[in-house]
């Protein structure tokens, strides 16, 4: 471990080489959150825990950056959780004890669902409540009332409740020990920097303050000044300021060159030809073009859920539990809606949409976030449909897959007008044809001959989704799901547990999918295709890659992975074969 003091008093940066294979014991941990973890089917630190919990649980100040899927959350909740119920005098508390703030709705809610299952485990008395924007004031004094010993909450619902004298500044300097921004990277970048500013005043200077990120930025350091005293910044290797570093190495990268007008057969092609694993969650840049593709696989029999920031909270987050628990396999999700959609939504309300809108009278949520920190169970590829609109959107939407120990794929498809951002996303993450560690190779599996073989099919099939039957297939599937949303609030308050009620994945057309485009027939599948593909059936079997099961999938053996051990395409492969050969030979 390498220690340096940077500003002699203000910051100590750890560079750990190596983490010792500590166990859950020998970081301290107590206990009961040990025999809580192994319930779940955790039973070894990640790295980040490793390095992270020890400190915390020493009341020092720290900020961890760590990829995405390292296990930041527990890095941060096992202490947090530990301290909180270790020195269980009666605290004489105002406020929460924990502050935890997020920059979504859906983190929020991930993060409180990980809290109280913990809790619930460990039966420890511990009080954690969630608070959303949307909460009425009355909601809020209630669920504050105790006052519980943590808090989740987005820093925009911390400064409503402020403001309306729900909490009390002064409260919160008696009571507050520690302050969790997790997903820091993206606090400032969702419009919280006022929020933030504005409590920070009231933070006592005893006070323990943790930042956890993914990637390390401007908006990082702002925060760290902003917030922390004598941070202990952590580094670790599969960290690193390194480029080649941020992408998790259990995740391949992919990519296919394709015109902007034929991704609808390439991504028919990818899922029909099997050519893929599921589950799969695959990437629109606007809510229009999720619809669009939804509608389009639907005709072939492919049945997907959408995902965006139009639809209540209490559908997104059914959507994602359903789909964590594998009530379905492909989830079509549009992300950066904080930006491109809502500028969309304006223009949207002047055209023809303004009708069917007004009627719904749906605002895009600035609080949704799909990318960001979400726990996606079990996705073995991410698709991006469209490339997204920056690096750091490159970066977090691959994230949800690989987590943990897992391993993962993802697809970009990409447009010539997309082939910049494809170069600039290849020199952040270190693509590098001679290295090898985290390149972003072509998709070996997808020949020539299988795309035209279904070139006829989908050109059909795509010219009759029109624009008017995606909007109003859009307006529909919300109309649809405002109505879920009320029965999900008064079901759910009951059943907690009862996944299956409603299917998100349900077909918008009216017309089952004729025969002929549901089944591929086999004359049209070449030789070439039928081996790629049993390849990949494969490679999920030995896997255990069963998307529908939550058991905990075997590890892959690199060298037994059928997008490296086969390629489609003989010819290109023998262009690129030395740059192949040297990476696999390097990962034995
Ligand atoms: N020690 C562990 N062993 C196995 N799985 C773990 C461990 N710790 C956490 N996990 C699991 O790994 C997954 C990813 O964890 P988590 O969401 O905390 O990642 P993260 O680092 O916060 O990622 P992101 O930056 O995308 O938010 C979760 O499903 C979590 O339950």
């Not at 008395?125 to 669920?143: E, G, I, P, W, Y």
Request: with cysteine; aromatic share 6%; hydrophobic share 35%.
């Amino acid at each position: 471990m390498a220690e340096t003091s940077e500003n002699s008093t203000k910051e100590t940066v750890r560079q750990y080489e190596d983490v010792e294979d500590q166990t859950f014991e020998e970081l301290g941990l107590d206990a009961r959150l040990i025999r809580a973890l192994l319930k779940k089917g955790i039973k070894e630190p990640t790295p980040i825990q490793r390095v992270a919990v020890p400190l915390v649980l020493e009341g020092k100040d720290v900020v961890a950056r760590a990829k995405t899927g390292s296990g930041k959350t527990f890095a941060y909740l096992l202490p947090l959780l530990q301290k909180l119920f270790t020195n269980n005098v009666q605290r004489k508390k105002l406020a929460p004890n924990a502050f935890i703030l997020v920059p979504t709705r859906e983190l929020c809610q991930q993060v409180y669902a990980e809290i109280s299952s913990l809790i619930e485990l460990c039966r420890v008395q511990v009080k954690a409540v969630q608070l959303t924007s949307n909460m009425r004031a009355n909601d809020l004094r209630a669920a504050l009332a105790g006052p519980p010993d943590v808090l989740i909450s987005t820093p925009a619902c911390v400064a409503k409740c402020l403001s309306t004298s729900i909490l009390q500044a002064t409260s919160i300097n008696g009571s507050l020990e520690t302050l969790v921004l997790d997903e820091a990277d993206l606090l400032l970048s969702y419009g919280y920097e006022n929020d933030i500013k504005a409590f920070t005043t009231h933070i006592p200077r005893s006070c323990q303050c943790l930042l956890m990120s993914a990637t390390s930025s401007a908006d990082v350091d702002k925060l760290k000044k902003l917030i922390l005293h004598n941070p202990f910044i952590l580094t670790l290797p599969e960290v690193g300021n390194q480029k080649d570093e941020v992408i998790p190495k259990n995740v391949q990268q992919f990519w296919i060159s394709c015109p902007a007008s034929d991704k609808l057969l390439y991504i028919l092609a990818l899922l029909k030809l099997e050519l893929v694993q599921k589950k799969i969650l695959i990437f629109t840049n606007n809510i229009d073009m999720s619809f669009r593709l939804k509608l389009f696989l639907e005709k072939f029999g492919i049945k997907s859920a959408v995902l965006n920031a139009e639809l209540p909270q209490n559908s997104r987050l059914h959507i994602l539990e359903e789909f964590n628990a594998g009530l379905f396999d492909y989830l079509i999700a549009t992300d950066d809606s904080h930006t491109k959609d809502k500028e969309e939504a304006t223009k949207e309300s002047n055209g023809e949409l303004r009708k069917s809108r007004k009627r719904i009278k749906q605002k895009l949520d600035s609080e949704f976030g799909v990318v960001r920190g979400v726990d996606f169970k079990n996705v073995y590829t991410v698709i991006n449909f469209e490339m997204p609109q920056s690096v750091a959107g490159y970066v977090h939407r691959i994230g949800r897959t690989g987590r943990a120990y897992n391993s993962g794929s993802s697809v970009s498809l990409v447009s010539t007008d997309e082939m910049e951002t494809l170069d600039e996303i290849k020199s952040f993450v270190g693509d590098d044809e001679n290295n090898g560690s985290n390149s972003i190779a072509e998709f070996p599996l997808l020949t020539m001959n299988a795309v035209e073989s279904l070139r006829y099919r989908a050109e059909d099939v795509a010219k009759s989704v029109t624009k008017i039957a995606v909007r109003e297939s859009r307006a529909q599937d919300l109309r649809n799901e405002i109505l879920n949303s009320e029965k999900l609030k008064s079901h759910f308050e009951s059943n907690p547990r009862d996944l299956d009620l409603l299917k998100h994945d349900k077909v918008l057309s009216k017309k089952a999918p004729p025969p002929h485009l549901r089944d591929v027939p086999d004359y049209l599948v070449d030789k070439t295709t039928k081996e790629a593909r049993e390849m990949v059936k494969l490679a999920r079997d030995a896997m255990g890659n069963n998307s529908r099961s939550r058991v905990p999938k075997r590890k892959f053996k690199k060298g037994g992975d059928p997008l490296k051990a086969l390629s489609a395409k003989p010819s290109k492969r023998s262009r690129n074969g030395d740059g192949h050969k040297r990476k696999r030979k390097k990962e034995v």
